[in-house]
């Protein structure tokens, strides 16, 4: 990726919808405009828990370069593979290694964060 690939973007967030068609079907996705103005070269969205749902704790990986998770509101707990179980909190933040198998076991009714993610498309694989 070259700086010829960017673009200048100005996103404010409260003029664009949560849109359910996201990674996880207990949660809502705010595109930040990040995808578009790397050319896919990164993703960055506002995340937050869809009312009335609940995680469901699958093991998982994400074939990515980067993933970094910040905690706006509320608090989430995960369990990494080699770590174990964290909770998160509101100004938590997380680097989650490309690979490192986790799964999310709850979350808050109130949880909102921010996920940024290299690249913007990637593969998601889910551990029966």
Partial sequence: MTKTNMQFSLVHAADRAYESDG?????????LGIR??????????????????????TWHHHEVGFQMVYILKGWVRFEYEGV??????????????????HRELEHSEDLELIEIVLPAEFKTVTEA
């Fill in 84 to 101: 174990g179980e964290v909770r998160l909190e509101a100004g938590s933040c997380v680097h989650q290694p490309p690979g490192i198998r």
């Fill in 36 to 57: 578009e103005a790397t050319g896919g070269a990164a993703l960055a969205h506002l995340i937050k828990a869809k009312a009335g749902t609940h995680a469901q704790p």
């Fill in 23 to 31: 990674l996880r079907p207990f949660f809502l996705y705010k595109d």
